[in-house]
């Protein structure tokens, strides 16, 4: 079986993009992704900023009795002692 020139060039690019995604530097390194959407990538982890609205979001959610989850969504009575 031989293999078209074309479809070792597209394996050997595919190849070459795959490992790239890998690496820990470029557009696709953990620290690029993480600082794109907001965060700041510390000790392997992305942390998230918190903006002002949400914030204020968690402290009002926490003075009446929730739990902040995030998303702009707060829990009150679910699960617990």
Known sequence: M???PGLLSALIV??????????AAGPFSATAICERSGGDYVGRTCEHRWTPA???????CETHGGVYLAHDR???GSGGP
């Open 2 to 4: 031989t293999v078209s």
């Open 14 to 23: 595919t190849a070459g993009l795959t490992l790239s995604a890998c690496t």
């Open 54 to 60: 949400e914030l204020a979001a968690q402290q009002w």
């Open 74 to 76: 707060c829990e009150w």
